[in-house]
Each structure stands twice: as C-alpha cells, then as structure tokens.
C-alpha cells in the first residue's frame, strides 16, 4: 500500500511540476507502477502474504467470539 500511495504522489508532483519533481521522468514512475503491479499480481500471492493476512484476521474473529462466549456466562 505504501508503494501505491508514493506512484499517486509522485505522479501529483510530477503532473504539477512542483520543485525537484517536474525533472522526473515519468517513465520512472512507470516503473514504479509495473513494479507495484508485479508485486500485487505475483510476488505477493507467490509469498503468501494475501493468504496470511486473510488468516490472520480470521483468527482474530474466532478469538473475538470465543471471548464473547465466554463473557455471557
């Protein structure tokens, strides 16, 4: 997420030509956004981060309703 957050902004830069930005290529932030859709598509799920973070807040809705069990009694 941070990584998409960076191309939006350096594009906003880049489009506006604020300071240092409007010398910037903009195929670098082409590489930027092929970088992040190679990430999303493949490196990610090859990973398992995506299967992690589902995991992960699955555990966390288990935990939530084992402790309101618990709490009625």
Do not use: C
Not at 24 to 38: D, H, K, N, R, Y
Request: aromatic share 16%; proline share 3%; glycine share 2%.
């Amino acid at each position: 997420m941070p990584l998409i957050v960076l191309i939006v902004a350096l594009v906003a830069l880049r489009y506006f030509e604020v300071w240092k930005f409007a010398e910037l290529s903009w195929w670098a932030i082409g590489a930027l956004m092929v970088l992040a859709f190679l990430w999303f598509e493949f490196l990610e799920p090859m990973m398992g981060f995506d299967k992690r973070r589902a995991h992960n807040e699955d555990e966390k809705r288990r935990k939530e309703r084992v402790k309101q069990t618990f709490d009625k009694k």
